[in-house]
């Protein structure tokens, strides 16, 4: 067993290599003859909100010739309750078994508590798999290809399926029934199998008197090939040009700061989203348009439509005279768009979402009189590490395919795109739907700049017109709070400098967290979103080396 810096406690048996976090609540990564079969197998436990805790214990572990135990005890203690839990795994080259106990003592409010299964997407996309009932019956079905907008699998007992490599597998499920959805809509590379079905009331309560018990089996039936883990040449995914490149500002920013930094970082645009919710919204707006110079698009959070309308006649005097790339009116329909054409003639008016893919990829009510259709994304929903950012990557060229496909005459801008939440659409309470997730203590790291890197290749395309991420400055900005230009920042100013050049989209085979650009005439920007270096090769033959969660440009002749 082998400590790593990365995703956790390496373990190996048999053919099987997986990850165990320090928590001990869950098993990364695990691959057997080089597949990956599961992004992880783990424990979660959600608040009311659908927040998610972070779990603190020490795991015991213990390996012998033919099977590693690891048991953990630990204590969940939030606003609304404690919680006691504990989990014991067996793990052996036949399989894994996990079992969890939960018990509060006063009551425990949570929207979910328990098993989660994520399949890895490579290995199950589009394969074929067999899903056991409550009641027995059998249902044969496959995974999603396009990024599935609800539930392709419900009352699930058991899963019978083969990978990709010819792996066979049976998942078998006790203590609660569990379904499975598509995760890539929120940008994570898996399908995850869960409890308690959305159909059941959430939040509930894990009482005193009923403990909350659950075991998930993983049998492995069948060994199947090897993958093959060598080293392939780069290829070029597709071509485009690069975008408009924008920076966020949410609400409630200062506008003092601002405008050097906007001058410091010169982007393409500068997105100010606007919330009527908060008191003096409209004012300010204002006052950020004052302050932000050269061109910008105005994001207004769903409200109802008079307050909208009411607020662009308010705020049309700041827009009048100055490049304005879109009033994007998320959640709106026909109406509201053609309304807010009529007051703001010959400017873009956009609708979708301000939330995940998730929430354009449900709704059934997208205006195609809409100028373009948007949404965003940020890669900490389901977990925080810094390998979860980093398998953010692999499902964008899934997402971009869905997106095309459903609405094939649609123009899409992408962003602002951000470590955490900016608002949860899901919570339960409208205090705790505006409130943003505390800032990432990443956001001043290499890695958010190796992650803003990745989200551009994914999503430049000649139907996304443009991208935008962070915000300017600030603790979630890429310039931080005290004026000092972080390595997203850096990257950002070159990137937008080359708005309109050539742009080719570089993928290596095998490597699914390496994502390149090349810019122009032998310019390149490269990205690893893997915690480990890795030593690549360009089109031309020459090779460099990528530090783990790190970037690296190449400027070309001239």
């Not at 990956?36 to 972070?54: A, K, S």
């Not at 827009?319 to 007051?343: E, N």
């Not at 100013?493 to 810019?519: D, F, N, Q, V």
């Not at 310019?523 to 893997?530: K, P, Q, R, V």
Request: aromatic share 8%.
């Amino acid at each position: 067993m082998k400590a790593l810096s990365g995703p956790g406690l390496k373990l190996e048996i048999g053919d099987l290599v997986l990850y165990l976090d320090a928590d001990g609540a869950f098993l990364r990564a695990v691959a057997l003859r080089g597949e990956e079969l599961f992004r992880g197998i783990g424990f979660v436990v959600r608040d009311q909100n659908w927040g998610t805790y972070r779990l603190e214990a020490e795991p015991r572990v213990e390996q012998t010739a033919d099977r590693i135990t690891v048991a953990i005890r630990g204590r969940v203690s939030g606003a609304d309750g404690v919680l006691d839990w504990r989990i014991d795994w067996t793990i052996t080259p036949q399989g894994i078994a996990g079992r969890m106990r939960c018990e509060s003592a006063e009551g425990f409010p949570t929207a979910r508590t328990g098993f989660v299964v994520l399949h890895s997407v490579p290995g199950c996309r589009g394969r074929p798999i067999t899903i056991t009932h409550a009641a027995g019956t059998t249902e044969n079905s496959r995974f999603p290809v396009a990024v599935s907008p609800h539930q392709p699998f419900q009352d699930v007992m058991a899963m019978d399926y083969a990978t990709e490599a010819g792996h066979r597998l049976r998942l078998r499920f006790e203590g609660e029934t569990y379904e499975t959805e598509d995760q890539r809509n929120w940008t994570d590379a898996s399908y995850k199998t869960y409890s308690r079905p959305l159909s059941k009331p959430f939040p509930y309560r894990i009482g005193p008197d009923a403990p909350d018990e659950q075991v998930v089996h993983l049998d492995i039936l069948t060994v199947g090939s090897a993958i093959d883990g060598g080293e392939h040449p780069p290829i070029v995914l597709r071509e485009t040009v690069m975008p408009p490149l924008g920076l966020g500002v949410s609400p409630g920013s200062a506008a003092a700061g601002l405008a050097e930094a906007v001058q410091a970082l010169a982007p393409a645009f500068t997105a100010v989203e606007v919330d009527l919710a908060r008191g003096g919204a409209i004012a300010a707006t204002q006052a950020i348009l004052a302050a932000v110079p050269g061109a910008v698009r105005l994001d207004f959070r769903a409200a109802p439509a008079d307050a909208r309308l009411n607020a662009l006649r308010a705020l049309a005097p700041a827009l009048a005279g100055r490049k304005i790339l879109g009033v994007s009116l998320w959640d709106s329909d026909a109406a509201q768009v053609a309304q807010a054409r009529a007051l703001l003639p010959g400017i873009a008016i956009g609708s979708g979402t301000g939330a995940f893919f998730t929430e354009l990829n449900r709704g059934t009510h997208w205006p195609e009189t809409a100028d373009y259709l948007s949404w965003t994304c940020n890669p900490t929903v389901h977990g925080w590490t810094d390998d979860t950012l980093g398998e953010s990557a692999e499902p964008l060229a899934d997402i971009l395919a869905t997106a095309r496909a459903k609405w094939p005459r649609a123009r899409f801008q992408v962003g602002p795109m951000t470590l955490g939440m900016r608002f949860n659409p899901n919570a339960t309470s409208p205090e705790a739907r505006g409130r943003p997730a505390p800032a990432d203590p990443r956001q001043g790291e290499s890695i958010a700049a190796a992650w803003m890197l990745g989200m551009l290749a994914g999503f430049a395309d000649d139907r996304v017109e443009t991208l935008s991420f962070f915000e300017a400055r600030g603790s979630r900005g890429t310039i931080d709070p005290e004026g000092r230009m972080t390595p997203a920042g850096a990257l950002f100013r070159k990137l937008a400098a080359h708005r309109g050049a050539s742009l080719a989209i570089l993928s290596w085979p095998g490597e699914p967290r390496l994502r390149g650009l090349r810019i122009g005439v032998g310019n390149y920007a490269l990205a690893n979103l893997h915690h480990e270096t890795r030593d690549v090769s360009l089109p031309d033959g020459a090779r460099v080396a990528l530090p783990g969660y790190g970037t690296l440009w190449i400027d070309g002749p001239g």
